[in-house]
């Protein structure tokens, strides 16, 4: 079991060949990798209630599925940054399932075809990808466009929510309430500005501070 680790400014975080570990309550950040910062080969590990946020990898952002079919619940990914694939979850001749998760922020350069994903790329695989936020990933050079989720092939069963909009630093700093309520920066819309039809969920609120590190918690409200 690796548990309550902050693992940051180096490269891969955890590779797994054909073991099992429980990888959970760790923080990884600002790592940079040249395969995917989490490496699953042939893995059934557990990856549970982690804050994976603003790492690089090559390939992957953040985890990296090979041949494996692990558990990826309750995760915080968001503001991870892959050259190709995907910036949060590649997923690749396995079976995970992909669980609870909030996926935000996350982007992937390559935009060629259907080999990269900002959030999540599956490539011949057949994960389960239930009640998760998928919230302003992108992919592509230059001008990035929305993309949440990229299926090469194989047959994803997903009750996911992708967001609609891209601006999730500034739609979760609060509105102004009260005179003594802390100000928002001026031009940053507030929650009630969400476009039409988007559910937002209280798990979806925590990751504003990790794609925008000005946004911090305090006193349990998203302030700057």
């Given at each position: 079991m690796i548990e309550a680790n902050d693992i940051f400014a180096g490269s891969t975080a955890l590779e797994s060949s054909g073991s099992a570990p429980v990888f959970r309550h760790n923080t990884v950040r600002d790592n940079w990798a040249m395969g995917a910062v989490i490496s699953l080969i042939a893995s059934p590990a557990q990856i549970?209630?982690?804050?994976?946020?603003?790492?690089?990898?090559?390939?992957?952002?953040?985890?990296?599925?090979?041949?494996?079919?692990?558990?990826?619940?309750?995760?915080?990914?968001?503001?991870?940054?892959?050259?190709?694939?995907?910036?949060?979850?590649?997923?690749?001749?396995?079976?995970?399932?992909?669980?609870?998760?909030?996926?935000?922020?996350?982007?992937?350069?390559?935009?060629?075809?259907?080999?990269?994903?900002?959030?999540?790329?599956?490539?011949?695989?057949?994960?389960?990808?239930?009640?998760?936020?998928?919230?302003?990933?992108?992919?592509?050079?230059?001008?990035?466009?929305?993309?949440?989720?990229?299926?090469?092939?194989?047959?994803?069963?997903?009750?996911?929510?992708?967001?609609?909009?891209?601006?999730?630093?500034?739609?979760?700093?609060?509105?102004?309430?009260?005179?003594n309520a802390r100000r928002r920066p001026s031009g940053a819309a507030s929650v009630n500005a969400l476009p039409s039809g988007v559910t937002v969920r209280s798990s979806a609120r925590r990751s504003a501070a990790c794609v925008n590190p000005q946004v911090r918690r305090r006193s349990g409200s998203v302030a700057r």
């Open positions: 549970v209630g982690n804050r994976i946020v603003n790492n690089r990898g090559d390939f992957c952002g953040g985890i990296r599925c090979w041949q494996s079919n692990a558990e990826i619940r309750n995760n915080l990914i968001c503001a991870n940054h892959a050259w190709m694939g995907a910036g949060a979850i590649s997923v690749e001749s396995s079976t995970p399932q992909i669980v609870s998760n909030t996926i935000a922020g996350n982007h992937a350069d390559d935009d060629w075809e259907n080999y990269s994903a900002g959030a999540i790329w599956c490539s011949g695989s057949s994960p389960d990808i239930r009640n998760c936020i998928l919230w302003g990933n992108t992919r592509g050079y230059g001008t990035p466009q929305p993309n949440q989720l990229t299926v090469s092939s194989g047959t994803p069963a997903s009750s996911a929510r992708p967001a609609a909009h891209s601006m999730l630093a500034t739609l979760y700093r609060p509105a102004r309430r009260t005179r």
